[in-house]
């Protein structure tokens, strides 16, 4: 198929603008003449790639081009033997006879046919060797290749059923030969290493299968026109093909949703499926505002399970506010609530409330007390409550699970103190002055070993199932390194480095010394950056 000056003129600014540009080693259309007195073996010409049904490509311009324009067939020359062209044609699944002129195929050298030199140009940067008439049949067929009698050179099947390789009908992948020899036979393809597959280059070797894909970022509460999204993250360098993949909301069924046909992850790179793809159809689904687990399990293009799942909890999450995959200074791996929705790009920072942990004293010296302190790190006053409902209030996860009083507000700047004691005997034994505010007894006690405590929010209540609580400052502390030794029974509380950092990162964290432990410190602001430091010692990190 020819190209009009039109689509010429529309993608003449693409010639290098694809992200797979390459250098590829092409047969030109004429070349040296074969050395003298050496015959051009014709058989040991091969097809060792075929892109056949791939999809529509949108060009950065914003036009498109049709998947029908994106055909190609590749020919190498795997002999030691130059073969000669002229007057060699396909004379079944396409049309092309190779011209009188034509000069041979030198050893190892590649040549590609495409449907249309101005489609594969806007995806690939160069030039094929030539177009040929007809188009690839998406439902499969044999390419016969003849010499000027009409004898056969080569005789290639390629078909679309489950024997074939899923991927290249309607994925971007293309037919490649998975053995040397390239027989006819199904098992003897693979998919291509790479969307786009490699025109005109030996393809890469097969990647591993399957690839590790990461749930990556979740946003579960929506309202329309928004939906439910999963996004997945292939930190592979090669693509990730997941045609065929189950993805659920449950472990006790994890065959709820197939990925279509076609569906991959670029290497290093984002793909985002919707609601209006997992929630159609009577076995449909939408994930819980509530917090669930996002289920992914690879499979063959039939789905069948290969062994390969990944399943990732979450917690409740506002309306519109997503959670993602995070990684703490320790190689930790946690899913909070992000800052902002990145669906389809590097994820946002975790989002940091403005009340926070700000000092725990978990272990103290005998006789002494443990505690937490809380505080609003902002400029402006932090309600411990639902707004408009007083009665649902914060709640501490990790000491019994304490639910803090009705309309309590910590006011800017403010923080105060979660015991184990009656208030007024704590106030008392440490010197607390009467305007911090001093809540308790919590029923539980902080682990000496380490553990997780969270404050939670409430959520506005669903009209069905139970209350929304939002973890929004989390910490996981713990007796053994990196986390400070000082404070696991020595004195010291462990007191948090920057209030605009996220909690859950031991190197946000330091041991505030016997002498600071009980004193309230004010908070100090530079920039965006707020910390709590002793007054005597303002320059100490």
């Known amino acids: 198929m020819y190209a009009t000056i039109a689509a010429w003129l529309l993608l003449i600014g693409l010639l290098f603008s694809c992200p797979r540009l390459h250098a590829a080693k092409i047969y030109p259309r004429q070349s040296p003449p074969v050395v003298q007195g050496e015959e051009p073996e014709n058989a040991d010409i091969l097809i060792t790639e075929i892109m056949y049904n791939p999809p529509d490509l949108s060009t950065p311009s914003g036009a498109t081009v049709e998947g029908g324009d994106l055909e190609f067939i590749e020919l190498h020359n795997r002999g030691t033997h130059a073969v000669n062209l002229a007057g060699i044609s396909f004379s079944q699944g396409i049309e092309y006879a190779f011209p009188a002129t034509a000069s041979p195929l030198e050893p190892d050298a590649r040549l590609v046919l495409a449907s249309s030199e101005a489609g594969f140009v806007a995806k690939y940067g160069f030039a094929p060797y030539a177009e040929y008439s007809g188009q690839l049949d998406n439902g499969g067929e044999t390419l016969r290749l003849t010499d000027e009698t009409g004898a056969d050179l080569l005789v290639q099947p390629y078909g679309d059923d489950s024997s074939w390789p899923c991927g290249p009908d309607g994925g971007d992948f293309s037919l490649v030969p998975a053995m040397a020899d390239a027989p006819g036979s199904a098992a003897s393809w693979r998919r291509s290493a790479q969307a786009g597959g490699s025109p005109g280059l030996p393809d890469p070797p097969a990647p591993p299968d399957p690839l590790p894909v990461i749930i990556n970022e979740v946003l579960a509460h929506t309202d329309l026109p928004a939906e439910d999204s999963v996004e997945f993250y292939n930190p592979t360098e090669y693509d990730a093909y997941m045609g065929g993949w189950w993805l659920s909301d449950t472990t006790d069924n994890t065959q709820r949703y197939q990925l279509p046909e076609g569906f991959y992850v670029p290497a290093g ?3 985002v499926i919707t609601e209006s793809h997992f929630g159609a159809g009577a076995a449909g689904f939408g994930f819980s505002e509530n917090g669930e687990e996002v289920v992914l399990t690879a499979a063959t293009c039939a789905g069948a399970p290969t062994g390969y799942r990944q399943v ?56 002494a007390h443990e505690f937490i302190q809380v505080t609003n790190r902002s400029a402006q006053p932090a309600p411990l409550f639902l707004e408009g409902s007083p009665w649902l209030v914060w709640q501490i996860a990790g000491v019994g699970d304490f639910t803090l009083p009705p309309n309590l507000t910590l006011g800017p700047d403010e923080s ?88 859950n990162d031991p190197d946000n964290w330091r041991a505030l010394g016997k002498a600071d432990a009980f004193i309230l410190l004010p908070i100090v602001r530079q920039g965006e950056r707020t910390s709590l430091r002793p007054a005597r010692k303002p320059h100490t990190p």
């Not at 979450?314 to 990145?342: M, Q």
């Not at 669906?343 to 409330?353: H, T």
């Not at 539980?444 to 553990?451: A, I, M, T, Y």
């Not at 996981?476 to 462990?494: I, K, M, R, V």
């Open 416 to 503: 105060m103190l979660l015991v184990p004691i009656a208030p007024d005997q704590f106030r008392e034994r440490y010197a607390i002055p009467p305007e911090v505010p001093i809540i308790g007894p919590y029923p539980g006690n902080l682990n000496n070993d380490g553990e997780t405590i969270a404050l939670l929010a409430p959520g506005p209540p669903n009209a069905v199932g139970p209350q929304p609580y939002f973890e929004m400052d989390v910490v996981t502390y713990s007796d053994t390194a990196p986390w400070p030794s000082e404070a696991d029974g020595e004195g010291a509380a462990l007191a948090r480095i920057a209030l605009d950092q996220y909690g």
């Open 312 to 367: 990732q909890p979450f917690g409740a999450s506002p309306n519109g506010v997503s959670l993602g995959r995070y990684v703490n200074n320790v190689g930790a791996i946690h899913f909070p609530l992000l800052e902002s929705v990145t669906l389809g790009g590097e994820n946002a920072p975790p989002l940091i409330s403005d009340v926070i942990i700000s000092r725990i004293m978990y272990h103290p010296p005998d006789g």
């Open 269 to 271: 790179g984002y793909a």
